[in-house]
């Protein structure tokens, strides 16, 4: 079965730091990933998704992300953090034989100080 | 395009009664899904529907939860008893079935 896996429930990064958030995954083919965020009290938004092609992907909001299929991991960062970037992250991947059907990790949760 | 809409917004009522949750989806998307969030278990899939019908229900707890999407712009979450533990919040998405989720605000429920 698929999973994600987010280690840190918790970052903290001053306003203009860089940020780096982690995701591992497990599935036994290609996976679709993706990364979504949400804000107090709203639903999840996509950031960005990766199906397949360069392993590079960038996505709104000035998000990029990494899929390195030799570590599992599609890592999530941001070279200069802005404080309405507080909110929190989740990493997700989807069956291949249904794209939408995503599995979600368990977040993290980034604080901002200004 | 008004998003994917669910109400109510909050939800509280005590422990046995009845609870509906309704979702009205993005129009043109086929795919409809049921999640729950809560801080012990983060987000789970409960069911999904494509094109009205439900494809996979094996997230929904147990037969007190129940889903329906008799046309393709709505669809309900019923819990019947409800019971404390199922305090949470339950957001509806939708998609085209391209990965893209879009989700609506969510229903904060509370069963006291």
């Known amino acids: 079965a698929q999973s994600v896996t987010q280690p840190d429930i918790h970052i903290t990064v001053s306003e203009g730091a860089s940020l780096e958030l982690r995701c591992n995954y497990s599935?036994?083919?290609?996976?679709?990933l993706f990364w979504y965020v949400q804000s107090p009290g709203q639903g999840l938004q996509l950031l960005l998704k990766y199906f397949s092609g360069d392993t590079l992907v960038q996505g709104i909001k000035g998000f990029e992300a990494e899929f390195k299929r030799s570590q599992s991991s599609f890592n999530l960062r941001k070279p200069s953090v802005h404080w309405s970037d507080a909110a929190e992250y989740f990493c997700a991947v989807g069956d291949t034989g249904t794209a939408s059907k995503l599995t979600f990790g368990t977040g993290t949760r980034l604080q901002v100080m200004l | 395009d008004a998003g994917v809409i669910q109400s109510p917004r909050h939800e509280v009522t005590e422990m046995g009664q009845e609870v509906t949750l309704r979702c009205k989806p993005i129009s043109g998307h086929n795919s409809l899904f049921w999640y729950r969030q809560t801080m012990m278990r983060g987000l789970e899939l409960l069911i999904y529907f494509n094109n009205n019908v439900p494809i996979d229900d094996s997230g929904m707890p147990e037969d007190r939860f129940s889903a329906k999407m008799p046309n393709a712009s709505f669809s309900t979450l019923k819990i019947q008893p409800s019971e404390p533990r199922d305090s949470a919040v339950y957001f509806c998405?939708?998609?085209?079935?391209?990965?893209?989720?879009?989700f609506g605000s969510g229903t904060q429920l509370s069963v006291l």
């Open positions: 599935y036994g083919a290609t996976p679709y």
């Open positions: 998405a939708s998609s085209r079935g391209t990965g893209e989720l879009f």
